[in-house]
């Protein structure tokens, strides 16, 4: 019997709980609704496409590959990042370079995004700085798998 | 015998055995660049110091005679300390670029530099510039920044092939490895010079830049490419999933054994045996008679080619079937021909259709371009090339095994003798013109993707191991004749029990023991 | 003829009134659970550019499923899968026919009764209707052929008998107080005051009663925290093969239900359209004086106040709906036949023994 009692004290302590939210949270839909006190939102939802949260410093978007000062790819296709990466989604062809002191460029660099999990190893593990995931770009979705198959040509952009 | 103690551990050793070579045999590793088993040793690298207790200074390993009672000490601070030394001084001039070295990964200095070294330079100069691409070979290219001056290559081209192309110049820190006159080195082992280099010094075209060596899968095996036998490392790359095509064997390396090759094999086997890997194979299953050209799966083509043969067989005419077979076979197939074709079926006409010998160069490769004549000798084949005027009126079913059949006649005269034969099956690995003309094309293993054992001129038997995923439709051909036996319902109870290439090994030790000294 | 015709206007604008508010209940249920959330809720659906807190979700979601595939499966009963739907969204709407929404009013000389049809038997009615929406579930279930949907079905049968006995019990209590089953006379028998000040709704007189029937009505709308038949997470329940429209008419009659009972506990319980003080001619306060009306006035007031009690309750159940964790089965028998049951047994003795000092 007791027992009961402490469900039916539950019950009303939970309904209090969503009563109150609802009230506080209409109160201030309602203010804000006549331009009052519109730093207190009603709801914390963010509205995705037109308002865009901040990333991190440190978030882990789309890839890019940067370019030495004449434009050519600083990767040098030492394949440490196709090594460490745990969904196998990045392939190198390697290729010699004419000036012996770069000795070696990728001739094909792609990432095929349907695998990748975005974890940054290859960003750590490239000795040469030549990769990056800061581009900010984290609206990747595409219709077709080949349209995230990145080649080098779009990581270099 | 002398009695000597490494590290405290006692060690009994031959009279005049180098410390070097005994601390190998006791299982005691001393790093080394310079040393190499086949040749004299030269002494240069100065990183295999080791304490010898009475001597006042570290001796060098590779070059100390063992005395009775000599106290070597291999691990003591004061030679750890002199081999991080040595290391510094070496690593002073070696540029960091092993991110784009194709020996990083398998390289000594990499490895010496994790056990000893990890020091921060104190070297504040910069470093020596040198050529960074020097070709000193059709395939060789030579880094001189990379070079640690172990003379290796000098000594190899010096006492193993004799040719002397290479020798070291200038002294001090100039010093560098190079050609006399900018001669190429133009050898048929000259690849073995890549295997020699401790670091990454030499490199390949044929393998540079590739892949990395770690993701290399290494399988042991035998070079088919003359009748030899080398010893080889296979080194496989499983490839990458969704890329296809990216699973391929990617280079050959010796594999030490003093009773047939030594460490080194010659490039006509280094680089042919990835060229017959890659190149103009046959991949696909073709049932192809003129226009009507479709791909069939393989139980419809044994079917067929099964029922073919029992037709033949229930009118007592199997002795139309004929027989063009290589030795590029493997023991175990030739086997199983033997005992399905000559022992059940009763086929007389068997032809060998092997690659025109080549030239002998006294050392490693012989004439015998294909690995395994000595093993269809054994077995009690006939090496006779085929007979065309012999054959083709005699047969109704023509088994064509290799690709090779192509080549032994230039004029072409075979492919309209060929068209009188109602039914011909080519069994290959790779492609020729045969292929448009054959009824069946059955796509078979290369060497890398089957099991097996060759037997080389000397008569030793070896193994051979799969190690490479063969693609799309190949099948070994040991496969594809147990098939076939158990399709023509050949004597069930003896094909049925063998499966694996190891069974009919066992079979076929059982009737001829001279295959059974595998080594 | 102008009887039958008043009969079908009547019939006309209480439809439109049913399903108008139902429409919005979907809007109203995720508008609810979103803010009490901290969340915004549906607010997408616009015409021209007008989103208007997203009041035309309803019709983007009309319109999704009356375009989606009319899927019937290979192996089920085709007949009687087509049915099922239209048996449960019938008796949940025939339901509305006897409530009052207001008292009777005088046009042209005529009276005319807010109210469909005022059957001597009205609560009968709508519990026996209520309780044959049972056969809406069972036949779904039993005509998909597939054995979640069976499970779910036989799950909602078991607790929809359950609840229609603790729903009659605790009715009877309040029968016994009003003594009539006709809902008009229960609903003026609501009118005045109780000592003096306390309105005299069901609810004070009945107050065990009014928690029971909360209860049992809740459960008999099997939403959540009654959901077994449904049973989103696990079943899928008895609609598991049905799509598109005929899935909206499952899910209409849940939310109709919802309205049902809360035209019932107001009815019943809340004095329906009746305000406290207000009588014909204007408003009579207690403490003596009267805020004259004119009738068409206080028809309004009525049905008004009848509309906000309604939706009082809707906004209730939904609270109730988005604040609870499911109910084991067992737990939910456990409540049905050894907590409810007994109580209005209890309750029905207690009535008895009050009324007959």
Not at chain 3, 287 to 293: A, D, E, P, R, Y
């Amino acid at each position: 019997m007791l027992k009961a009692l402490g469900y039916f004290v539950e019950l009303l302590r939970g309904i209090w709980i969503t009563t109150r939210h609802f009230v506080v949270n209409m109160w201030f839909h309602t203010l804000n609704l006549f331009g009052i006190k519109t730093k207190r939102k009603g709801a914390v939802t963010i509205q995705y496409p037109e308002q865009k949260k901040d990333l991190a410093a440190r978030h882990r978007s789309l890839h890019r590959l940067m370019k030495r000062e004449d434009g050519k790819p600083r990767c040098v296709a030492c394949m440490l990042c196709v090594t460490v990466c745990p969904s196998e989604c990045i392939v190198i062809e390697a290729t010699e370079d004419p000036d012996p002191e770069i000795q070696k460029y990728p001739s094909t660099f792609v990432i095929d995004l349907n695998r990748c999990c975005f974890c940054g190893f290859c960003v750590e593990a490239c000795p040469e700085d030549a990769i990056r995931m800061d581009t900010a770009k984290i609206d990747l979705a595409q219709t077709s798998h080949d349209a995230l198959i990145f080649g080098l040509d779009k990581l270099l952009k | 015998m002398a009695k000597i103690f490494l590290d405290g551990k006692p060690v009994e050793v031959a009279e005049g055995t180098t410390v070097f070579k005994a601390a190998q045999q006791a299982g005691i590793a001393i790093p080394h660049f310079c040393y190499h088993p086949a040749f004299v040793p030269e002494g240069s690298c100065r990183l295999c110091l080791v304490e010898i207790e009475g001597s006042p200074k570290l001796e060098l390993s590779c070059s100390t005679v063992v005395r009775e009672g000599m106290k070597v000490s291999t691990q003591s601070p004061t030679v750890r300390e002199a081999r991080r030394g040595v290391l510094e001084f070496i690593l002073a001039e070696h540029p960091l670029d092993c991110p784009i070295c194709d020996k990083a990964g398998e390289c000594k200095l990499q490895d010496y530099y994790q056990d000893y070294g990890l020091t921060e330079s104190v070297f504040r100069e910069f470093k020596e510039k040198r050529e960074k691409k020097v070709r000193i070979g059709d395939k060789l290219i030579l880094d001189r920044e990379r070079c640690v001056l172990c003379t290796r290559c000098v000594r190899f081209l010096a006492e193993i092939t004799k040719t002397h192309e290479l020798g070291l110049f200038e002294r001090g820190i100039h010093a560098e490895i190079g050609g006399y006159e900018n001669e190429p080195v133009r050898n048929g082992y000259s690849g073995n010079l890549v295997d020699l280099c401790p670091v990454g010094a030499i490199t390949d075209t044929d393998f540079r830049f590739k892949t990395r060596p770690w993701f290399l899968t290494k399988g042991e095996s035998i070079c088919p490419l003359c009748s030899r036998g080398c010893n080889i490392y296979i080194d496989y790359h499983p490839g990458f999933p969704r890329v296809p095509g990216s699973a391929k064997v990617y280079r050959i390396r010796p594999r030490t054994n003093d009773a047939v090759n030594g460490p080194w094999i010659c490039d006509h086997g280094r680089y042919g045996f990835i060229d017959l890997q890659q190149k103009n194979r046959c991949q696909t299953l073709v049932w192809n008679k003129g226009e009507r050209t479709a791909e069939w799966s393989w139980d419809k083509v044994l079917i067929t080619i099964g029922e073919r043969v029992k037709a033949l067989r229930e009118n007592g005419k199997t002795n139309r079937i004929s027989l063009i077979l290589t030795t590029w076979l493997t023991n175990e197939e030739l086997f199983l021909i033997k005992k399905i074709f000559k022992d059940g079926l009763g086929v007389r006409n068997v032809f060998f259709a092997d690659p025109a010998p080549g030239p002998e160069d006294g050392f490693l490769l012989r004439s015998e371009r294909t690995p395994n004549r000595r093993g269809a000798r054994e077995m009690g084949f006939d090496l006779k090339a085929p007979d065309l005027n012999a054959l083709v009126p005699d047969t109704d079913i023509l088994f064509i095994f290799g690709p090779h059949f192509a080549g032994i006649s230039h004029d072409g005269a075979w492919k309209p003798a060929l068209e009188k034969i109602p039914v011909k099956i080519l069994v290959t690995s790779h492609l020729n013109e045969l292929a448009s003309t054959a009824d069946f094309v059955l796509p078979a293993a290369f060497l890398a993707e089957k099991n097996g054992t060759l037997t080389n001129a000397d008569g030793r038997v070896q193994k051979i191991a799969a190690i490479a995923r063969a693609c799309f439709d190949i099948r070994p051909e040991s496969q594809i004749l147990l098939d076939l036996a158990r399709e023509i319902r050949l004597d069930d109870s003896y094909f049925g029990a063998l499966s694996a290439p190891e069974a009919v090994h066992h079979e076929l030790v059982k009737e001829i023991p001279f295959f059974g000294a595998l080594p | 003829m102008t009887d039958l015709g008043i009969v079908l206007i009547k019939i006309v604008l209480a439809l439109v009134w049913f399903l108008v508010i139902t429409l919005y209940l979907t809007w109203a249920e995720r508008k609810e659970s979103a803010v009490l959330q901290d969340r915004i809720g549906a607010n997408r659906a616009k015409i021209f550019g007008l989103r208007l807190f997203g009041l035309f979700q309803p019709f983007a979601d009309a319109i999704k499923m009356i375009f989606k595939e009319d899927f019937v499966p290979a192996f089920s009963r085709k007949f009687l899968h087509t049915l099922a739907p239209f048996l449960s969204f019938f008796f949940v709407a025939i339901t509305i026919s006897a409530i009052p929404f207001g008292d009777d009013i005088r046009v042209a000389g005529k009276t005319i009764s807010l109210q469909i049809f005022d059957a001597d038997i009205g609560l009968l009615f709508v519990l026996a209707m209520l309780s044959l929406g049972i056969y809406g579930i069972i036949l779904s279930g039993w005509a998909s052929n597939n054995r979640f949907a069976l499970l779910g079905s036989v799950r909602g049968a078991a607790q929809l008998i359950s609840y229609e006995v603790a729903l009659g019990l605790s009715l009877v209590g309040l029968i016994m107080v009003y003594p009539s089953l006709r809902l008009s006379e229960i609903v003026r028998a609501q009118g005045g005051l109780l000592f003096g000040f306390l309105p005299a709704w069901g609810v004070f007189l009945q107050p065990v009663g009014f928690v029971l029937f909360l209860f049992a009505a809740m459960a008999e709308t099997k939403r959540v925290p009654f959901d077994l038949p449904e049973g989103e997470s696990e079943i899928i329940g008895f609609f598991a093969e049905y799509g598109g429209l005929k899935w909206g008419m499952f899910m209409m009659t849940d939310f109709m239900e919802i309205l049902i009972v809360s035209t019932l506990l107001t009815t019943l319980f809340f004095g329906g359209w009746q305000v406290p003080g207000l009588a014909e001619g204007g408003f009579h306060f207690p403490w003596g004086g009267t805020w004259h009306l004119a009738p068409w006035l206080v028809a309004v007031f009525q049905v008004a106040a009848f509309n906000i009690k309604v939706f009082f309750f809707c906004w209730f159940q939904i609270l109730i709906r988005w604040t609870y964790p499911r109910l084991r089965y067992d737990q939910l028998m456990d409540l049905g036949w050894k907590w409810l049951v007994p109580l209005g047994l209890l309750n029905i003795l207690g009535t008895a023994i009050v009324m007959s000092l």
